[in-house]
């Protein structure tokens, strides 16, 4: 009889095979792109259904989740090069962060409202799951953003810059309320003389994060072989993502200073930013099936009342938040009022963060909290890419049409340029191509 590792793995690859024929197609044609052929996999593989992977062998596998939701933070990490951020205009930021904080804050606040009410326990309860929540509904995926831009061009569009710009502050908002949540809940620790503050746990994680990229340099400096430095990167980022887990603190957050680290301290930032990309499809596929198969379903009756409620107020509050930024920032000419609706796709960060919350031993609704990030990835992610080209063909007609009739040119021709870029499924590899063309384009706006 097959192992359930081996099960695993002979899974892994029939899904892989199949998304990279299917949905690269599907991208390409109808603008679908999503990645939760794996996390349904995963759910499929898991506990609650076939029970191939058990409890226990998901156990066994706890050093690779955490690998990998490190290895998600530190491509996240690359995207903070100060060099190219000074370039960008003080306008991309204002937009980008009064969005991510108004959805963070909406979503948190109605939340803590609605388990309050719901729950019937006190507000102060209700706090950590509902900040989880809000820091969740902060991150927009990128993938769709840059589907898009292979398929009707146009980078250098002050739209498409803004929205790069915006995926990232989303990224940044909701990894650093995450971590953030667990350095102020952070279980007491009897072994201390007197307990650790809040503000001394945030050092200690910016400590590790520092320390993981300060290694990196210590044993390679500026080496530029793909080999070891993904050997090298392995390294740092596992001792980031392990001593973190082991503290009980976020390793998203501890690996993303790792990136940023690296990024800008490296002569080798070029080959880095590479390295992270290529490996990162195995990584991105192994939180998706993990994620699915660390489902369970809520004991509480209500459960999908809050996770109604979160799906609904994102969206309104990612919609309405970057309108009011476009009005308040004179951005309207520019932007128009629906860029917002390109932010509503969530990917493989949300499902991240949603993991390691469960893992945060102070963790309250766990279920409920991982239950409302599938469920949002699996409704967003196919129309993210789909929502992103209509905006652009009321704000631009002219070069969507331009784009559109290329793109049928090639299909009728055979041709299939548009692989050349990779798996469309693959977001974190959308994030580093999406962080790069920013900074290629930044040094234009001075």
Not at 13 to 40: I, N, Q
Not at 61 to 74: H, K, N, S
Not at 101 to 110: C, Q, R
Not at 283 to 299: D, E, K, Q, R, T
Request: proline share 4%.
């Amino acid at each position: 009889m097959l192992s359930p590792s081996l099960i695993l793995i002979l899974a892994v690859v029939l899904a892989y095979l199949a998304a990279h024929v299917a949905f690269d197609w599907l991208a390409k044609r109808f603008l679908l792109v999503s990645g939760v052929e794996y996390l349904l996999l995963g759910i499929l593989l898991g506990p609650q259904v076939s029970g191939v992977l058990t409890e226990q062998t998901m156990a066994g596998f706890a050093p690779l989740i955490t690998l990998a939701l490190g290895w998600i933070g530190a491509i996240v990490g690359t995207q903070f090069y100060l060099v190219a951020l000074v370039r960008i205009p003080g306008l991309a930021y204002r937009l980008a962060f009064l969005e991510a904080l108004a959805t963070a804050f909406v979503v948190a606040g109605l939340e803590v409202l609605a388990i309050s009410w719901v729950w019937g326990r006190p507000i102060s309860l209700t706090v950590v799951p509902a900040v989880a929540l809000g820091a969740i509904a902060a991150v927009s995926a990128p993938a769709g953003i840059e589907v898009v831009a292979r398929r009707i061009g146009g980078r250098r569009e002050p739209i498409l810059k803004q929205l790069q710009v915006a995926t990232a502050i989303d990224a940044l908002v909701g990894i650093v309320t995450m971590g953030i949540l667990f350095c102020v809940y952070h279980p007491a620790n009897g072994s201390t003389s007197r307990p650790i503050t809040p503000t001394e746990w945030a050092v200690i994680t910016i400590a590790i994060g520092v320390v993981g990229g300060a290694l990196f340099h210590l044993f390679l400096g500026g080496e530029t072989n793909p080999d070891r430095l993904f050997i090298s990167l392995a390294g740092a980022i596992i001792l980031a993502s392990g001593a973190a887990a082991y503290l009980h603190l976020s390793p998203v957050l501890t690996s993303m200073i790792v990136g940023a680290t690296l990024i800008n301290t490296s002569r080798s930032r070029d080959a880095i930013t590479k390295t992270l990309a290529r490996s990162e499809q195995p990584f991105y596929f192994v939180l998706l099936i993990f994620a699915g198969a660390s489902w369970a379903p809520s004991a509480s009756a209500w459960w999908w009342e809050l996770v109604l409620l979160f799906l609904v107020t994102r969206v309104a509050a990612k919609i309405g938040s970057a309108r009011l930024g476009a009005r308040l920032n004179g951005a309207i000419p520019t932007l128009g009022l629906d860029w917002g609706r390109a932010l509503i796709g969530q990917g493989g960060l949300a499902l991240a963060l949603a993991l390691d919350y469960t893992r945060f031993q102070g963790a309250v609704l766990q279920n409920v909290v991982f239950t409302a990030a599938i469920a949002s990835v699996v409704v967003t992610d196919f129309a993210q890419a789909r929502l992103l080209h209509g905006v652009m063909s009321r704000l631009l007609p002219g070069l969507v049409a331009r784009g559109e009739a290329a793109a049928a040119a090639e299909r009728a021709n055979g041709k299939n340029g548009e692989g050349k870029n990779g798996d469309a499924s693959s977001e974190d590899g959308a994030r580093e191509e999406s962080a790069r063309s920013a900074t290629e384009t930044a040094g234009s706006e001075k």
